[in-house]
């Protein structure tokens, strides 16, 4: 079982920043990939970025160039900062991982932090 507890969140203007935390439980951090995915209002979930445990990123064609993950394993923290933020970023954040438990692949997801960007 991991639990992640994301932050960060808030109501910020076109053309700002804000950064987003997630915190994991568990001492295996380090060994797996993290993402940060997004849900607009009457929209799919999608991912925004990934990182692997070797620090690989990928990025939703979206917010490259914008938008940054990087994680700290001393801390078992995953972060996402955002830049030159639109109106369209704005959504509901959510933390992922995954862990493969008796063969079978479980996908773990945060409570989810709400980011609205609107002047």
């Known amino acids: 079982q991991v639990q992640l507890v994301e932050s960060g969140g808030g109501l910020v203007q076109p053309g700002g920043s804000l950064g987003l935390s997630c915190v994991a439980s568990?001492?295996?951090?380090?060994?797996?990939?993290m993402a940060w995915y997004r849900q607009a209002p009457g929209k799919q979930r999608e991912m925004v970025a990934t990182?692997?445990?070797?620090?690989?990123?990928v990025y939703a064609d979206s917010v490259k160039g914008r938008f940054t993950i990087s994680r700290d394993n001393a801390k078992n923290t995953v972060y996402l900062q955002m830049n030159s933020l639109k109106p369209e970023d704005t959504a509901v954040y959510y933390c992922?991982?995954?862990?493969?438990?008796?063969?079978?692949?479980?996908?773990?997801w945060g409570q989810g932090t709400q980011v609205t960007v609107s002047s």
């Open positions: 568990g001492s295996s951090f380090r060994l797996y990939a």
């Open positions: 992922k991982t995954a862990r493969m438990v008796g063969g079978s692949l479980y996908n773990y």
């Open positions: 990182i692997t445990s070797s620090s690989d990123t």
